[in-house]
Protein backbone atom coordinates (compact mmCIF):
# COMPACT_ATOMS: atom_id res chain seq x y z
CA UNK A 1 0.00 0.00 0.00
CA UNK A 2 1.35 3.42 -0.87
CA UNK A 3 2.41 5.79 2.05
CA UNK A 4 -0.22 8.57 2.12
CA UNK A 5 1.40 12.38 2.75
CA UNK A 6 -0.88 12.45 6.31
CA UNK A 7 -0.06 8.74 7.23
CA UNK A 8 3.43 9.25 8.26
CA UNK A 9 5.10 12.05 6.32
CA UNK A 10 7.45 14.46 7.73
CA UNK A 11 5.03 17.17 8.51
CA UNK A 12 2.87 15.10 10.66
CA UNK A 13 5.42 13.56 12.64
CA UNK A 14 6.72 17.30 13.61
CA UNK A 15 3.71 18.16 14.46
CA UNK A 16 3.20 15.57 17.11
CA UNK A 17 5.75 16.59 19.43
CA UNK A 18 4.42 20.35 19.20
CA UNK A 19 0.73 18.86 20.07
CA UNK A 20 2.10 17.46 22.97
CA UNK A 21 3.92 20.28 24.57
CA UNK A 22 1.00 23.09 24.02
CA UNK A 23 -1.58 20.33 25.80
CA UNK A 24 1.02 19.53 28.49
CA UNK A 25 1.25 23.58 29.31
CA UNK A 26 -2.40 23.63 29.34
CA UNK A 27 -2.78 20.93 31.99
CA UNK A 28 0.08 22.85 33.89
CA UNK A 29 -2.56 26.25 34.12
CA UNK A 30 -4.55 25.27 37.08
CA UNK A 31 -6.43 27.26 39.43
CA UNK A 32 -8.79 27.00 42.47
CA UNK A 33 -10.45 28.76 44.81
CA UNK A 34 -13.50 29.42 46.96
CA UNK A 35 -16.93 30.25 45.56
CA UNK A 36 -20.41 30.84 47.60
CA UNK A 37 -23.55 30.07 46.24
CA UNK A 38 -26.27 32.45 47.88
CA UNK A 39 -29.76 33.65 46.70
CA UNK A 40 -33.51 33.69 47.71
CA UNK A 41 -34.74 30.15 48.63
CA UNK A 42 -35.95 27.68 46.27
CA UNK A 43 -34.18 29.46 43.27
CA UNK A 44 -31.88 26.18 42.80
CA UNK A 45 -28.62 26.77 44.79
CA UNK A 46 -28.60 23.57 45.79
CA UNK A 47 -29.51 21.22 42.55
CA UNK A 48 -26.50 23.56 41.48
CA UNK A 49 -23.93 22.13 43.91
CA UNK A 50 -25.19 18.75 43.30
CA UNK A 51 -24.73 19.35 39.29
CA UNK A 52 -21.16 20.46 39.93
CA UNK A 53 -19.90 17.91 42.81
CA UNK A 54 -21.31 15.48 40.58
CA UNK A 55 -23.21 13.72 43.03
CA UNK A 56 -26.43 14.06 45.04
CA UNK A 57 -25.03 15.95 48.75
CA UNK A 58 -27.33 18.17 49.48
CA UNK A 59 -31.10 17.80 50.08
CA UNK A 60 -33.16 19.33 47.04
CA UNK A 61 -37.00 20.18 47.26
CA UNK A 62 -39.94 21.94 46.14
CA UNK A 63 -40.16 23.69 49.69
CA UNK A 64 -38.07 27.13 50.54
CA UNK A 65 -36.32 26.99 53.64
CA UNK A 66 -34.91 23.57 52.58
CA UNK A 67 -31.12 24.16 53.45
CA UNK A 68 -29.99 25.22 56.71
CA UNK A 69 -26.84 25.18 57.13
CA UNK A 70 -23.39 25.86 55.07
CA UNK A 71 -22.55 22.78 52.48
CA UNK A 72 -19.41 22.72 50.82
CA UNK A 73 -18.82 20.50 47.82
CA UNK A 74 -15.33 20.53 45.32
CA UNK A 75 -15.61 20.47 41.84
CA UNK A 76 -12.88 19.39 40.53
CA UNK A 77 -12.38 19.22 37.07
CA UNK A 78 -11.57 20.62 34.08
CA UNK A 79 -13.06 23.77 31.73
CA UNK A 80 -13.76 23.93 27.85
CA UNK A 81 -10.08 24.04 27.01
CA UNK A 82 -8.64 21.01 29.59
CA UNK A 83 -7.57 23.36 32.48
CA UNK A 84 -8.00 22.17 35.52
CA UNK A 85 -9.92 24.13 37.94
CA UNK A 86 -10.59 23.26 41.56
CA UNK A 87 -13.44 25.24 43.12
CA UNK A 88 -15.05 24.15 46.64
CA UNK A 89 -18.14 25.59 46.09
CA UNK A 90 -20.46 26.65 49.37
CA UNK A 91 -24.18 26.15 49.30
CA UNK A 92 -25.85 28.60 51.55
CA UNK A 93 -29.32 28.37 53.06
CA UNK A 94 -31.51 31.03 51.33
CA UNK A 95 -30.93 34.67 51.80
CA UNK A 96 -34.12 36.30 52.81
CA UNK A 97 -35.58 38.75 55.28
CA UNK A 98 -35.76 36.68 58.73
CA UNK A 99 -39.10 36.52 60.03
CA UNK A 100 -38.26 34.25 62.90
CA UNK A 101 -35.34 33.12 65.09
CA UNK A 102 -34.75 30.40 62.61
CA UNK A 103 -34.17 32.35 59.56
CA UNK A 104 -32.42 34.63 61.37
CA UNK A 105 -29.73 31.59 62.63
CA UNK A 106 -29.97 30.69 58.92
CA UNK A 107 -29.35 33.75 57.16
CA UNK A 108 -26.17 34.26 59.89
CA UNK A 109 -24.97 31.44 58.19
CA UNK A 110 -25.28 32.32 54.94
CA UNK A 111 -23.59 35.63 55.74
CA UNK A 112 -20.51 33.74 57.31
CA UNK A 113 -20.05 31.79 54.67
CA UNK A 114 -19.09 35.12 52.37
CA UNK A 115 -15.62 35.45 54.56
CA UNK A 116 -12.99 33.95 52.82
CA UNK A 117 -14.53 33.27 49.25
CA UNK A 118 -12.77 34.61 45.74
CA UNK A 119 -16.41 35.14 44.48
CA UNK A 120 -19.70 35.13 45.03
CA UNK A 121 -22.53 33.33 42.32
CA UNK A 122 -25.48 35.50 42.69
CA UNK A 123 -28.26 32.53 41.83
CA UNK A 124 -32.15 34.05 40.86
CA UNK A 125 -34.79 33.03 38.76
CA UNK A 126 -34.46 33.42 35.46
CA UNK A 127 -38.39 33.57 35.19
CA UNK A 128 -39.05 36.21 37.89
CA UNK A 129 -36.11 38.13 35.29
CA UNK A 130 -38.11 37.55 32.68
CA UNK A 131 -41.19 38.51 33.95
CA UNK A 132 -39.99 41.77 35.53
CA UNK A 133 -37.24 42.80 33.02
CA UNK A 134 -35.13 43.29 35.79
CA UNK A 135 -34.04 42.04 39.54
CA UNK A 136 -36.84 41.12 41.56
CA UNK A 137 -37.27 43.32 44.48
CA UNK A 138 -35.91 40.82 46.80
CA UNK A 139 -33.25 39.25 44.94
CA UNK A 140 -32.02 43.55 45.25
CA UNK A 141 -32.43 43.09 48.65
CA UNK A 142 -30.27 39.88 48.50
CA UNK A 143 -27.81 42.17 45.85
CA UNK A 144 -27.98 44.74 48.98
CA UNK A 145 -26.72 41.87 51.91
CA UNK A 146 -23.42 41.41 49.48
CA UNK A 147 -22.64 44.90 49.17
CA UNK A 148 -20.22 44.55 52.29
CA UNK A 149 -18.02 41.50 51.26
CA UNK A 150 -16.83 43.29 48.76
CA UNK A 151 -16.31 40.42 46.85
CA UNK A 152 -16.80 40.30 42.51
CA UNK A 153 -20.82 38.91 41.64
CA UNK A 154 -21.30 36.66 39.07
CA UNK A 155 -24.98 36.75 38.28
CA UNK A 156 -26.76 32.86 37.74
CA UNK A 157 -29.75 33.30 36.15
CA UNK A 158 -31.20 29.51 36.97
CA UNK A 159 -34.24 27.21 35.13
CA UNK A 160 -34.15 29.08 32.24
CA UNK A 161 -35.77 26.14 30.77
CA UNK A 162 -38.28 27.60 32.29
CA UNK A 163 -38.60 31.00 30.41
CA UNK A 164 -41.37 30.48 27.95
CA UNK A 165 -40.78 33.48 26.03
CA UNK A 166 -36.62 33.68 25.55
CA UNK A 167 -36.89 36.40 24.09
CA UNK A 168 -38.32 38.74 26.89
CA UNK A 169 -34.72 37.87 29.02
CA UNK A 170 -32.42 39.53 26.44
CA UNK A 171 -33.45 43.11 26.84
CA UNK A 172 -33.53 42.13 31.00
CA UNK A 173 -29.57 40.68 30.40
CA UNK A 174 -29.01 43.77 28.58
CA UNK A 175 -30.73 46.05 31.30
CA UNK A 176 -28.48 44.13 33.97
CA UNK A 177 -25.08 44.60 32.10
CA UNK A 178 -25.49 48.03 32.68
CA UNK A 179 -27.00 50.13 35.51
CA UNK A 180 -28.06 53.17 34.07
CA UNK A 181 -26.50 54.13 30.40
CA UNK A 182 -22.68 54.64 30.33
CA UNK A 183 -22.43 52.67 34.23
CA UNK A 184 -21.18 49.22 34.04
CA UNK A 185 -23.02 46.64 36.32
CA UNK A 186 -21.55 45.41 39.36
CA UNK A 187 -22.04 42.35 38.07
CA UNK A 188 -18.55 40.50 36.39
CA UNK A 189 -20.52 38.14 34.06
CA UNK A 190 -23.98 36.84 33.45
CA UNK A 191 -24.93 33.45 33.00
CA UNK A 192 -28.53 31.94 32.23
CA UNK A 193 -28.10 28.12 33.62
CA UNK A 194 -30.48 25.24 34.17
CA UNK A 195 -29.17 23.40 37.09
CA UNK A 196 -31.55 20.35 37.06
CA UNK A 197 -30.34 19.92 33.44
CA UNK A 198 -26.65 21.02 33.10
CA UNK A 199 -27.05 23.42 30.50
CA UNK A 200 -24.68 26.31 30.90
CA UNK A 201 -23.12 24.41 34.24
CA UNK A 202 -19.31 24.29 32.88
CA UNK A 203 -19.58 27.64 31.12
CA UNK A 204 -19.99 28.79 34.51
CA UNK A 205 -17.05 27.35 35.99
CA UNK A 206 -14.64 28.68 33.24
CA UNK A 207 -16.35 32.16 34.15
CA UNK A 208 -15.50 31.58 37.93
CA UNK A 209 -12.35 30.76 36.95
CA UNK A 210 -11.47 33.81 36.16
CA UNK A 211 -11.28 34.84 40.03
CA UNK A 212 -9.67 31.91 41.20
CA UNK A 213 -5.80 31.74 42.33
CA UNK A 214 -3.38 30.16 40.15
CA UNK A 215 -1.98 26.80 41.42
CA UNK A 216 2.00 26.55 41.06
CA UNK A 217 3.27 23.20 41.77
CA UNK A 218 0.19 21.85 43.52
CA UNK A 219 0.59 24.80 46.20
CA UNK A 220 -2.79 26.27 46.08
CA UNK A 221 -5.08 23.27 45.42
CA UNK A 222 -7.62 23.25 48.22
CA UNK A 223 -8.45 19.29 49.20
CA UNK A 224 -7.33 15.68 48.27
CA UNK A 225 -7.63 14.61 44.62
CA UNK A 226 -11.12 12.66 45.43
CA UNK A 227 -12.74 14.41 48.73
CA UNK A 228 -16.05 15.99 47.48
CA UNK A 229 -17.34 17.82 50.77
CA UNK A 230 -15.71 18.64 54.37
CA UNK A 231 -18.66 16.33 56.00
CA UNK A 232 -19.32 12.92 57.78
CA UNK A 233 -21.51 10.42 56.38
CA UNK A 234 -23.63 11.03 59.56
CA UNK A 235 -24.69 14.53 58.35
CA UNK A 236 -26.22 13.33 55.07
CA UNK A 237 -27.72 10.79 56.41
CA UNK A 238 -29.57 13.58 58.66
CA UNK A 239 -30.39 15.59 55.83
CA UNK A 240 -31.80 12.72 54.08
CA UNK A 241 -34.24 12.04 56.61
CA UNK A 242 -35.03 15.74 56.72
CA UNK A 243 -35.75 15.14 52.85
CA UNK A 244 -38.17 12.79 53.32
CA UNK A 245 -40.20 14.30 56.30
CA UNK A 246 -40.28 17.54 53.87
CA UNK A 247 -41.40 15.14 51.44
CA UNK A 248 -43.89 13.43 53.70
CA UNK A 249 -45.49 16.42 55.51
CA UNK A 250 -47.14 19.97 54.89
CA UNK A 251 -47.23 23.51 55.70
CA UNK A 252 -45.21 24.13 59.62
CA UNK A 253 -44.31 20.32 60.25
CA UNK A 254 -41.38 20.01 58.73
CA UNK A 255 -40.11 23.61 59.38
CA UNK A 256 -40.12 23.04 63.02
CA UNK A 257 -38.02 19.87 62.70
CA UNK A 258 -34.72 18.75 63.12
CA UNK A 259 -32.57 15.30 62.82
CA UNK A 260 -30.01 14.36 65.20
CA UNK A 261 -28.10 10.56 64.59
CA UNK A 262 -27.39 9.48 67.81
CA UNK A 263 -26.35 5.54 67.05
CA UNK A 264 -24.00 4.35 64.26
CA UNK A 265 -22.39 1.16 64.29
CA UNK A 266 -21.07 -0.59 61.49
CA UNK A 267 -22.02 -4.14 61.19
CA UNK A 268 -20.02 -5.58 58.47
CA UNK A 269 -22.19 -4.70 54.92
CA UNK A 270 -24.45 -2.97 57.13
CA UNK A 271 -24.50 0.41 58.70
CA UNK A 272 -27.33 0.35 62.18
CA UNK A 273 -28.55 4.22 62.30
CA UNK A 274 -30.74 6.03 64.64
CA UNK A 275 -31.89 9.11 64.49
CA UNK A 276 -33.83 11.18 66.90
CA UNK A 277 -36.68 13.29 65.06
CA UNK A 278 -37.48 17.11 67.10
CA UNK A 279 -40.16 18.55 66.60
CA UNK A 280 -41.13 21.80 68.27
CA UNK A 281 -45.11 21.38 69.19
CA UNK A 282 -47.07 17.99 70.21
CA UNK A 283 -49.33 18.12 67.65
CA UNK A 284 -46.43 18.23 65.16
CA UNK A 285 -45.57 14.91 66.94
CA UNK A 286 -48.76 13.28 66.04
CA UNK A 287 -48.79 14.31 62.72
CA UNK A 288 -45.54 13.18 62.09
CA UNK A 289 -46.52 9.92 63.38
CA UNK A 290 -49.58 9.10 61.68
CA UNK A 291 -52.40 6.75 62.58
CA UNK A 292 -51.04 3.82 63.98
CA UNK A 293 -47.43 4.73 63.19
CA UNK A 294 -48.06 5.14 59.29
CA UNK A 295 -46.60 8.43 58.49
CA UNK A 296 -43.39 7.64 60.57
CA UNK A 297 -42.66 4.40 58.74
CA UNK A 298 -43.29 6.26 55.07
CA UNK A 299 -40.50 8.92 56.19
CA UNK A 300 -37.89 5.72 57.55
CA UNK A 301 -38.84 4.13 54.35
CA UNK A 302 -37.82 6.74 51.69
CA UNK A 303 -35.14 7.88 54.05
CA UNK A 304 -33.57 4.53 54.52
CA UNK A 305 -33.88 3.75 50.53
CA UNK A 306 -31.85 7.24 49.97
CA UNK A 307 -29.08 6.56 52.64
CA UNK A 308 -28.63 3.14 51.04
CA UNK A 309 -28.13 4.60 47.97
CA UNK A 310 -25.99 6.96 49.67
CA UNK A 311 -23.39 4.86 51.38
CA UNK A 312 -23.99 2.00 49.05
CA UNK A 313 -24.31 -0.23 51.84
CA UNK A 314 -27.52 -2.01 53.66
CA UNK A 315 -29.12 0.48 56.32
CA UNK A 316 -31.22 -0.36 59.31
CA UNK A 317 -32.74 2.74 60.30
CA UNK A 318 -34.62 3.55 63.91
CA UNK A 319 -36.36 6.45 64.44
CA UNK A 320 -37.73 8.15 67.50
CA UNK A 321 -39.54 11.41 67.81
CA UNK A 322 -39.06 14.18 70.74
CA UNK A 323 -40.59 17.72 70.94
CA UNK A 324 -38.31 20.24 72.13
CA UNK A 325 -40.99 22.84 72.62
CA UNK A 326 -40.59 26.19 70.78
CA UNK A 327 -36.86 25.40 69.67
CA UNK A 328 -37.74 27.28 66.52
CA UNK A 329 -37.82 30.25 68.39
CA UNK A 330 -34.54 30.25 70.33
CA UNK A 331 -31.40 31.32 68.91
CA UNK A 332 -29.54 29.05 71.40
CA UNK A 333 -31.33 25.96 70.48
CA UNK A 334 -31.53 26.65 67.38
CA UNK A 335 -27.77 26.60 66.85
CA UNK A 336 -27.19 23.27 69.03
CA UNK A 337 -29.91 21.58 66.93
CA UNK A 338 -29.16 23.32 63.33
CA UNK A 339 -25.76 24.25 63.50
CA UNK A 340 -24.55 21.55 66.15
CA UNK A 341 -26.45 18.25 65.65
CA UNK A 342 -26.89 17.78 69.32
CA UNK A 343 -29.42 18.12 71.56
CA UNK A 344 -30.12 21.49 73.74
N1 LIG B 1 -37.21 23.77 36.02
C1 LIG B 1 -36.14 23.83 36.80
N2 LIG B 1 -36.25 23.56 38.11
C2 LIG B 1 -35.16 23.65 38.89
C3 LIG B 1 -33.89 24.00 38.34
N3 LIG B 1 -32.98 24.01 39.35
C4 LIG B 1 -33.67 23.68 40.47
N4 LIG B 1 -34.98 23.46 40.22
C5 LIG B 1 -36.04 23.07 41.18
O1 LIG B 1 -36.26 24.15 42.08
C6 LIG B 1 -36.60 23.66 43.38
C7 LIG B 1 -35.69 24.26 44.43
O2 LIG B 1 -34.38 23.76 44.23
P1 LIG B 1 -33.29 23.80 45.37
O3 LIG B 1 -31.99 23.40 44.74
O4 LIG B 1 -33.73 23.05 46.59
O5 LIG B 1 -33.29 25.36 45.71
P2 LIG B 1 -32.50 26.17 46.86
O6 LIG B 1 -33.50 26.45 47.93
O7 LIG B 1 -32.06 27.45 46.20
O8 LIG B 1 -31.35 25.33 47.32
C8 LIG B 1 -36.51 22.13 43.29
O9 LIG B 1 -37.81 21.62 43.11
C9 LIG B 1 -35.62 21.91 42.07
O10 LIG B 1 -35.87 20.69 41.45
C10 LIG B 1 -33.79 24.27 36.92
O11 LIG B 1 -32.74 24.57 36.35
N5 LIG B 1 -34.96 24.16 36.22
MG1 LIG C 1 -30.89 24.67 49.17
Redesign the pocket.
Same mark, same amino acid.
Not at 39 to 47: A, D, E, L
Not at 58 to 62: E, G, K, M, S
Not at 64 to 67: F, K, L, S
Given at each position: MPRTPNETGPASSANAPKKAAKSAKKTADVRAGRVAIV? +? &? !? %??????LNALVGQRL???? &?K &????RTVLLGVHDGTDDEGRRTQIAFL?TP?LESPRSVLGRVLVEEAQGALDGVDAIAL?VDATDVARAGDLAPADQRVLALLGEANKPVVLVL !?? %???VKDKGKLLPALEKLATTKPGQKTRFTALVP???? +?GTGVSGLVSELRGHLGAVVDGVGLLYEDDSLTDRPERFFVAELVREAILGATREEVPYGTAVLVDEWVEEGRMVRVGVTIVVEKDSHKGILIGARGSKLKEIGEAARIAMESFLERKVFLRTFVKVVPGWTKDAEKVRRLVRDGSLP
Open positions: G +R &P !N %VGKSTLAITT &P &PGTTDGM !NK %VDRISAS +R
